[in-house]
């Protein structure tokens, strides 16, 4: 089967390559999925799991991309709860080998079932997104009805979920991003925008959550802006600042089978919608990963037709 694999952790972008890899092996619990759409993260090529697996061995090539949406080909021993020809979608392990191939294996537990009615390429946008949006906001945030939400990066693929999802439970939102992307994140549905590049971050008052995908400068300063009792989240680095009287929270986003089946329900009744950009072939991938190549939105990889 064909894959986008990397080989050299020192060339970065320029070590992907569409390649020939084998067939991969269902073990107990797995399935096999042939890949419609994956989805992927362009700091895939830091990430420890991507070189080496969970002993420290070395796991090269491996295959990238940890989003997907298709079709179970194949069940491992033992594995209940999905059969053979059924539409699914959901995350790949770290450390195992990921979505940018026409098949690959995938422990059971961490795929939803797709319903008939929607798009592989708009569910394969939906996984790390929309599980990361609910666990920081609802699990780690602890966000509730008639609070505020500061969300820095309210356009981007995790952000915009965010938006949605905290605007559906009565939150009050305030995005903040470039100027570029206030029409968007208005679109949304944020109650008020902040440009980064020309607003002063400390006018914005008290918040009860912080939700940061971006990092940086900005997350040390956003700790002052959470009210007591609030809560700092951050999913791009850990905050080095905390919050006087509140929580600060780093994580990373865990597969779950039944809050991915709520998105895609949201999906279908039109209450969620991922921000999809360019959609391009799995040939196309490697060039995908490159910094002048992105685009607004998530990029999809259309890997198989339907």
């Not at 694999?5 to 269902?26: M, N």
């Not at 195992?96 to 798009?119: F, H």
């Not at 309210?154 to 995005?175: F, W």
């Not at 902040?194 to 997350?219: K, P, S, W, Y």
């Amino acid at each position: 089967m064909q894959a986008i694999t990397v080989r050299d952790r020192d060339v970065g972008v320029a070590g992907l390559s569409l390649t020939e890899t084998p067939y991969p092996h269902a073990a107990e619990n797995d399935v096999i999925v042939r890949v419609h759409a994956a989805g992927f993260t362009t700091g895939e090529l830091d990430w420890p799991a991507t070189w080496t697996d969970r002993a420290g061995r070395d796991r090269t090539p491996s295959v990238l991309g940890h989003e997907l949406s298709g079709v179970v080909v194949e069940l491992g021993y033992g594995t209940t709860g999905l059969t053979v020809g059924q539409r699914v979608f959901g995350l790949t392990d770290w450390a195992r080998n990921g979505s940018l191939a026409e098949y690959t294996a995938v422990e059971a537990r961490n795929l939803a079932p797709l319903p008939a009615d929607v798009d592989h390429t708009v569910a394969a946008a939906l996984p790390i997104s929309g599980l990361t949006a609910w666990q920081g906001l609802f699990d780690h945030g602890r966000l509730t009805t008639g609070q505020t939400l500061l969300i820095h990066g309210a356009v981007g693929g995790v952000g915009s979920i965010a938006v949605q999802l905290a605007r559906e439970a009565g939150v009050r939102v305030i995005g903040t991003g470039r100027a570029s992307g206030r029409d968007a994140a208005v679109a949304l549905g944020v109650d008020a925008f902040v440009d980064l590049q020309a607003e002063r971050l400390e006018d914005i008052g008290e918040v009860d959550v912080v939700f940061n995908a971006i990092g940086g400068d900005v997350l040390d300063r956003s700790a002052a802006l959470v009210r007591a009792g609030g809560t700092l989240v951050s999913i791009a680095t850990p905050p080095r600042v905390r919050p006087k009287d509140g929580r600060a929270v780093f994580f990373v986003v865990e597969p779950d089978r039944a809050r991915l089946a709520e998105l895609a329900q949201r999906l279908r009744e039109g209450r969620l919608k991922p921000v999809v950009g360019a959609v391009r072939p799995l040939t196309e991938a490697p060039a995908a990963f490159a910094p002048d190549r992105r685009t607004p939105g998530k990029t999809i990889i259309r890997v198989t037709e339907d």
